[in-house]
């Protein structure tokens, strides 16, 4: 029921705001396989785009066996490869003498791939889908501000991550893209997300989102201090006239 739910609401916002095609990046994890799924499964155009910088190989090539598979099932579906490397390559030799940062430049990955996207969309009468899940949006705040988090809509943004998965066997995706350990794809040393989350699994940070006293409500609230402010509204100044 919720795989129809969703599939629906995609749709629905789609065509009340007469757009012609849906936007996903693929980078082969299981957040972009469902995503991208639920888009085609609506019936509308989708472009479903990998978009590689010094990619390790294997994430790569999941994101292609995603692509090619959703191709293979859907009609509607048009898979494109868009290397961005030298363009990052360009960017980082910019600015890394003066304003070098490793996390910086990890965000800066995320925030070319947004760029990327939604001038796919803007050229296709799009919306660029976004494939965050609710602990990563709203638990933690794993994701780059104005990078994977810089979408139009968000279907799975109400979703833990242990019900994406289920979905995902539900609609068929690769075993291998189920079973592959998480990770945003940013890094070149192949870390993954639970390297990046102080070594706790999904579960255990849902345990943590659910239970004030669940035993890794420390660490929890850890990762997701820092991050309190990507989950909140831009701060205005209110120019109160009297």
């Not at 509308?44 to 292609?64: R, W």
């Not at 940062?101 to 796919?120: D, P």
């Not at 850890?222 to 509204?233: S, T, V």
């Amino acid at each position: 029921m919720t795989i129809i739910k969703i599939t629906n609401w995609i749709k629905k916002y789609a065509i009340e705001n007469n757009r012609a095609s849906l936007v996903v990046g693929i980078s082969g994890g299981i957040d972009s396989s469902v995503v991208s799924t639920l888009c085609a499964k609506t019936g509308i155009k989708v472009y479903a785009i990998s978009m590689p910088i010094d990619q390790i190989s294997s994430q790569h090539d999941l994101s292609l066996a995603h692509g090619n598979w959703l191709t293979s099932k859907f009609s509607n579906v048009n898979h494109k490869i868009i290397d961005l490397s030298e363009v990052y390559r360009t960017f980082n030799n910019l600015m890394t003498k003066e304003y070098d940062s490793e996390h910086s430049f990890a965000n800066s990955k995320s925030r070319l791939r947004m760029v990327a996207l939604h001038q796919i969309s803007g050229s296709k009468s799009g919306l660029v889908v976004g494939t965050g899940n609710k602990v990563e949006d709203f638990g933690v705040g794993f994701f780059t501000k104005y990078g994977d988090g810089g979408v139009d809509i968000s279907p799975i943004a109400d979703l833990m991550k242990t019900e994406v998965w289920e979905i995902g066997k539900k609609l068929g995706i690769l075993q291998e893209i189920i079973d592959a350990p998480p990770t945003d794809g940013l890094w070149e040393d192949g870390r993954t997300d639970y390297d990046q989350l102080k070594g706790l699994t999904y579960q255990e940070l849902e345990d943590a989102m659910k239970n004030s006293k669940s035993k890794n409500i420390e660490k929890y609230n850890e990762i997701r201090k820092p991050n309190i402010h990507k989950m909140k509204p831009i701060p205005v100044f209110k120019n109160n006239k009297k």
